[in-house]
């Protein structure tokens, strides 16, 4: 579980920085629109809003030895 969180961290992380510098998957029909960079943007700070959280989540639970069971207690 430990594991898990830090590949989906670092994962939303690296899409959150992408996110804020603009680069995202946009629907052809939405590109060049007024507010399509504020929305990429607004997407990159939602991903590191989720992101840090869970690797930070991670790296206690590795230091802290938290069994698999706690630690989905403790998460939920």
Excluded: D
Excluded at 32 to 57: F, H, M, Q, S
Aim: hydrophobic fraction near 45%.
């Amino acid at each position: 579980m430990g594991e898990t969180l830090w590949i989906l961290g670092a994962f939303w992380i690296i899409s959150g920085i992408a996110g804020l510098r603009g680069h995202q998957n946009i629907k052809n029909e939405f590109k060049n629109r007024p507010w399509t960079l504020e929305y990429k943007k607004a997407c990159g700070r939602c991903w590191l809003v989720l992101g840090i959280p869970c690797l930070v989540w991670g790296i206690i639970c590795r230091v802290m030895e938290v069994s698999g069971s706690r630690r989905v207690t403790c998460l939920v």
